[in-house]
């Protein structure tokens, strides 16, 4: 039997540019002859579109687009590919009761995981418009719409017994999916990013996302073209064909037949998310323990010089009295038309030096005072620079002194 070369142009959807790969595919092996980069590729016209797939599209009359994953509304979903085959056209009919898509304008596809499926939903408007503009710039040939982990399955994860695929998703997050020998067994799986696998044998990065991809946008339009023949049988890809009319009645016994197989599909995926953050509390409490028990150590420790500060510097300070009280009452012994130019406060007792119209009066107030006593002149009387004021300083013993302020 002769199995004839095949060359395919892979076409792949990163930001606002379009990423495209020729791959020849023989009975034995398959190579990249050609790549190329379009910018900006929906603001081109037609002819410049052309122009810039000429050296990769001659001659070519198969093609795949690889939708970006932020495109995608993914549904968990007990059917298989030849389940999903059947009723594709009743369940799209009805899927704006499961997805944020109006029914009439979805496309999906599924990807198979062990006896059931995931399921990729798009709006029709976003892929036509790239299907459209490509299929102009190939001279009519229309690409086969995959999700981005149908085209994953084409980047060799045959050769690996243990592979995790990281897909970029709407609003900034991330799936996780992992494949062994190549074939899906868990798909869709959220996560909170791409995080390091050392018991995986490859961690696969899609383009896209915040975070560093592993693969080019090149490396998956080429891993889109190879993916049916190296994954046969293990997805069906998005198509662009709209649903078919049906029977009033066809709408609502879908959307309650695929809200069924999703209700069946819903504790597996609940039970996985639990399990993930159950997993990470437990690595959450881990790195925690060392922290607790050195702040533990440290609060022993301030405990310690806590107690023996209190052990040295109580007795020390157990005399002491406080200083605002006299100073207070030395302060309101003043009139209001005097000023102090001078107040020093130590464990005897207060002193005060200023100007005062009745230096008298300023002794008997502080002779009053419950926190004063033995209020006394130390320094001659003197006329002061204003008139009626002289220039004073006294002296008071603190009434319960003895200890530094």
Do not use: K
Request: proline residues 8%; hydrophobic residues 50%.
């Amino acid at each position: 039997m002769i199995f004839p070369p095949r060359t395919i142009l892979g076409l792949a959807v990163v930001g606002d540019d379009l990423h495209a790969a020729r791959v020849r595919i023989g009975p034995l092996a398959a190579r990249v002859t050609g790549a190329a980069v379009v910018e900006r590729f929906l603001d081109r016209s037609p002819a410049e579109a052309q122009r810039a797939l000429a050296g990769v599209a001659s001659g070519v009359r198969r093609a795949t687009l690889v939708a970006p994953g932020q495109w995608c509304t993914t549904l968990p979903i007990e059917l298989d590919r030849r389940g999903w085959l059947r009723s594709r056209e009743e369940i799209l009919a009805s899927i704006d009761q499961l997805a944020p898509i109006p029914a009439g304008e979805a496309l999906a596809g599924l990807v198979e995981v062990g006896g059931s499926g995931v399921l990729c939903v798009v709006r029709t408007d976003r892929v036509r418009a790239w299907a459209d503009a490509a299929a102009g710039a190939l001279g009519g040939v229309e690409p086969v719409v995959v999700s981005p982990l149908m085209a994953a399955l084409g980047l060799g994860l045959q050769r690996h017994g243990r592979a995790i695929v990281y897909e970029p998703a709407p609003l900034g997050e991330w799936l996780r999916h992992e494949t062994r020998l190549g074939l899906p067994v868990v798909a869709a799986e959220p996560a909170d990013g791409v995080e390091a696998h050392t018991d995986a044998d490859a961690v696969v990065v899609l383009p896209g996302g915040d975070a560093e991809a592993t693969v080019t946008g090149v490396d998956l339009a080429a891993a889109s073209a190879v993916a049916p023949v190296v994954a046969p049988g293990v997805f069906e890809p998005i198509s662009r064909r709209a649903p078919m009319a049906r029977a009033a009645w066809s709408a609502p016994a879908a959307g309650a037949a695929l809200a069924a197989a999703l209700m069946i599909a819903a504790p597996i995926v609940t039970q996985a998310r639990h399990e993930r953050a159950l997993a990470r509390l437990a690595q959450q409490e881990r790195a925690m323990e060392d922290d607790f028990a050195r702040v533990s150590l440290l609060r022993r420790e301030v405990d310690r010089l806590s107690a023996l500060v209190d052990e040295v510097v109580a007795p020390a300070t157990a005399g002491w009295a406080s200083a605002l009280p006299p100073m207070a009452e030395a302060a309101a012994a003043l009139p209001p038309e005097g000023f102090l130019s001078r107040l020093d406060l130590d464990g005897e007792g207060v002193t005060i030096a200023g100007e005062a119209p009745d230096t008298a009066a300023m002794l008997s107030r502080l002779e009053a005072s419950p926190a004063l006593a033995n209020a006394r002149r130390i320094g001659r009387l003197a006329p002061g620079a204003e008139p009626g004021l002289d220039v004073f300083e006294m002296r008071a013993d603190r009434e319960h002194g003895g200890g530094d302020p």
